[in-house]
C-alpha cells in the first residue's frame, strides 16, 4: 500500500506481501501513532477527523475488477471495529459477520477476479459520544440480476450456489435434492468447478462434483474456498442474529432458484406466449417443492 496525502494505492489480494488489519495493524498503529501505510492509515485519518471536527467522514474505495476494493474495504472495517470497537461485543462482531453473507450472495467468479463484487455497497460505521463504533449499516444497490440465469463461459453464477452445493450436510443436501453444478440451468453454462484454498482441509463429496471438476480438478484459490465458506456463512448468520429456522429457510429459497431454473416452456403456436412444459413443473414438484410457499 501507498499514500499521497488523502489518498492511498494498494494492489489486489493477489499480490504477496499484502498489508492486512490485525496484529499487524495494532502494531503499526501503536507504533506510527497514526495507523500502517495506505488503507490504516487513511482510515486513521479519517477517524481522526471525525473525533476532531464532530463531523461524518467518508472513504471511497474505487478501483477497476481485481484492484482489491473488496479486500480494502474489509480491512477498513477490522480496523475500525479492532482499534474502536472492541468494546463493542456483539455489535463489533455483526458489524465484520456482514462481509461473509454479502459475499456470498453479491460476489462471483468474472474472467478477471476469481471473487468479484456484482453490486455496489455503501457502509455506514456509527460510533458513540465515547468515540468507539456502536453500531452499522450497509446499503446495496445495483445488484446484477442477470448474473442468476446465465453466465459467460469462464465465469459463475453467485457464490452461494456453488456454497450449499458443496459444504451442505449430507441430509440438508438429500433433503434440497441438490446435485452436482451441471446438472442445474442457472449454473451449467458457467465454470461448474467448486473453489478451495491452498493446503485446505474442506473436502467436496465426489458426487457433487460436474464433470468439469472430475477431469480438470479443482479451482485453487487464496480467497475463495466453497465448501469451508458454506461452514463460515451459517455461523454469521447465526451471529448475525438469524434462527436456525431462518437460515433453514434460506437454503430452501436459493435450492428453490436452481430448481425453478430447470423449468422449461414450450412455444404456444396460437398466441406469442409460452407455456412451462409439463415434465419440468412435475420435475419440480418431485423435488419437493409443492407451492409457493416454499419459497417464501
Known sequence: ???????????????????????????????????????????????????????????????????GKTESQKAILRYLCENWGAAAGPIQKRILETNPILEAFGNAKTLRNNNSSRFGKFVEIHFGTDDKVAGGFVSHYLLEKSRVCRQAKGERNYHIFYQ???????????????????NFKYLKYGTTTFFVRPGSKSKVSSDRL???????????????????????????????????????????????????????????????RGKASEPSIIAVYNKGYQSCSHFA
Request: charged share 30%; proline share 3%; aromatic share 6%.
Open 164 to 182: 450449499l452445493i458443496a459444504g451442505a450436510p449430507h441430509d440438508l443436501y438429500k433433503k434440497l435434492r441438490l446435485a452436482a453444478p451441471d
Open 210 to 272: 460436474s464433470e468439469q471438476a472430475r477431469k480438470s480438478g479443482l479451482l485453487i484459490d487464496a480467497i475463495v474456498d466453497d465448501a469451508a465458506d458454506f461452514s463460515h456463512l451459517v455461523d454469521a448468520l447465526g451471529r448475525a442474529g438469524l434462527t436456525s429456522d431462518e437460515i433453514g429457510d434460506i437454503w430452501c429459497t436459493v435450492a428453490g432458484v436452481l430448481h425453478l431454473g430447470n423449468v422449461e416452456f414450450d412455444e404456444n403456436p396460437n398466441d406469442n
Open 1 to 67: 500500500d501507498g499514500c499521497a496525502g488523502f489518498w492511498s494505492s494498494g494492489v489486489g489480494p493477489g499480490c504477496k506481501g499484502r498489508i492486512r488489519a490485525g496484529d499487524t495493524g495494532r502494531h503499526w498503529y501503536r507504533e506510527h501513532h497514526g495507523g500502517a501505510e495506505g488503507r490504516q492509515r487513511s482510515t486513521d485519518k479519517a477517524y481522526r477527523e471525525m473525533r476532531r471536527n464532530k463531523e461524518s467522514q467518508s472513504i471511497i474505495v474505487s478501483g477497476e475488477s481485481g484492484a
